[in-house]
């Protein structure tokens, strides 16, 4: 059964203080959909059994005051997902979107590195739509597939992988992907305010199912 990859980030601008980028990892096509849809039944009870207005409701971390937060964690928390995330912390200097989106892109590569680590097989793997994007779309997916490249050098053994740009809000793993890059973020910026972290912040109701990762160059 091929698996699906989802990535999203959070906090990309400077004033921000830290951006998380995420990925998700599901066993089959729909698996992702159908986490998806439990959690939405979670929290709209009453759409239950209207599926097509439930299915345009939409999990955005940030928008979610933090009791619904938690309820999400919780329900995701049973789920069979594992999540791959690496953080960069900005500077005060303000930095050319050059710079950032180079970083970006080493960040994605290194969490598809690391899903291939985990994983046997094909992997289909579907990345945020950033603004602009389709003025980058074949030059970031070939940098991206550099990771790829690597992984089957490096192992001696050929991967077959897909990529593709959606929007995030049009695809449910890639709104699961924000959750979780959210909840990292939160995470990291509540310890930096020195928050005492509980047992009922998102983030410790789903960090078995995370990995964080050191942002390094896979070369």
């Known amino acids: 059964m091929p698996h699906y990859a989802y990535i999203d ?10 951006m998380t980028v995420s990925l998700v990892l599901f066993e089959g096509r729909r698996t992702a959909d159908r986490a998806h849809h439990k959690v939405l039944k979670e ?8 599926s097509k207005t439930l299915a345009a409701k ?9 009791h619904i937060q938690n309820k999400v964690a919780t329900h995701l928390a049973s789920e069979k997902i594992s999540a791959v995330i690496n953080s960069h912390w900005h500077t005060t200097n303000e930095e050319g979107h050059g710079i950032s989106f180079a970083r ?3 960040m994605v590569q290194l969490l598809l590195y690391k899903a291939l680590e985990m994983t046997t097989g094909e992997m289909n793997v579907i990345i945020a ?3 602009g994007w389709e003025t980058y779309e074949k030059s970031f997916l070939s940098e991206v597939n550099k990771a790829t490249e690597l992984f089957s050098r490096r192992n001696k053994q050929f991967r077959s992988v897909s990529y593709e740009l959606k929007p995030a809000h049009s695809v449910c793993g890639l709104q699961l992907a924000d959750f979780y890059a959210g909840t990292v ?10 928050l005492e972290i509980h047992l009922s912040s998102p983030y410790d109701l ?3 199912q995370i990995s964080l990762e050191d942002f390094i160059d896979l070369e």
């Open 9 to 18: 980030e959070s906090g990309t601008l400077s004033e921000h203080q830290v």
């Open 206 to 208: 789903v960090q078995h």
């Open 58 to 66: 939409k999990l955005h971390f940030t928008d979610m005051p933090s």
């Open 104 to 106: 970006y892109t080493k």
């Open 43 to 50: 929290l709209y009870p009453a759409l239950a059994n209207n």
């Open 129 to 131: 739509q950033q603004g």
């Open 185 to 194: 973020r939160k995470m990291f910026l509540d310890s930096l305010a020195g």
